[in-house]
């Protein structure tokens, strides 16, 4: 069955980097994208940015351009987001989603921003 | 971007009457396809969320019956008939028919 498997959760600095990983199982991986997502604290739920992982194209939310990456992994079946120059508002939660749809998600990676 | 606009923000229930969810869009999400791309997603405490309802009206797979959702243009309704215990959480829409995706700002369900 379609299953997303992501990274553990990740302490980072003021500053830093991180990079997140989604492992998609049981589903034909390049017939779709991958979507992130992120939840701060208590808070709703806002669209990162979304990946085809046929070719590779990227759309990022404004917000976002110039400090996110997304790229694919097709020998793996593997989507990663990586996230620069880190704040303590980019803690959260970091969900990805097969996309379109949005019909399948993975469990979420707690990103904590903290000096 | 296009807005979201969940009501209520807060929505105490009691077991087995029924529950209405309202959201609206700033544009209309009527897609150039013809389709309109709203879904409703659950997020019970603790979890990742859980698509509902697909283009306005599809319940997805699994999901129970007393869940329906309805709506076109700009004004879309999730409903739950008889609310249960276990669907105590937070509901969001979404439009995707128009880039970039947007969320509302999410119902608390609360018994």
């Known amino acids: 069955q379609v299953q997303l498997v992501q990274s553990g959760a990740e302490v980072k600095k003021p500053g830093a980097s991180v990079k997140v990983s989604c492992k998609a199982f049981g589903y034909t991986f390049t017939n779709y994208g991958i979507s992130w997502v992120r939840q701060a604290p208590g808070q709703g739920l806002v669209w990162m940015g979304w990946?085809?992982?046929?070719?590779?194209?990227?759309n990022f939310a404004q917000k976002l351009q110039g400090r996110v990456t997304m790229t694919t992994d097709t020998s793996t079946n593997t989507a990663y987001m990586e996230l620069r120059s880190l704040r303590s508002d980019d803690t959260g939660v970091y969900y990805c989603?097969?996309?379109?749809?949005?019909?399948?998600w993975g469990p979420g990676t707690t990103v904590t921003v903290s000096s | 971007d296009v807005v979201m606009t969940q009501s209520p923000l807060s929505l105490p229930v009691t077991l087995g009457q029924p529950a209405s969810i309202s959201c609206s869009s700033s544009?209309?999400?009527?897609?150039?396809?013809?389709?309109?791309?709203l879904k409703w997603f659950q997020q019970r405490p603790g979890q990742s969320p859980r698509r509902l309802i697909y283009?306005?009206?599809n319940r997805d797979s699994g999901v129970p019956d007393r869940f329906s959702g309805s709506g076109s243009g700009t004004d879309f309704t999730l409903k739950i008939s008889r609310v249960e215990a276990e669907d105590v959480g937070i509901y969001y829409c979404?439009?995707?028919?128009?880039?970039?995706?947007?969320f509302g700002q999410g119902t608390k369900v609360e018994i």
């Open positions: 989603a097969r996309d379109p749809g949005f019909d399948f």
């Open positions: 979404m439009q995707g028919t128009h880039w970039p995706g947007t």
């Open positions: 283009k306005v009206s």
């Open positions: 990946i085809s992982a046929y070719n590779g194209d990227t």
């Open positions: 544009q209309s999400l009527v897609h150039s396809d013809g389709n309109t791309y």
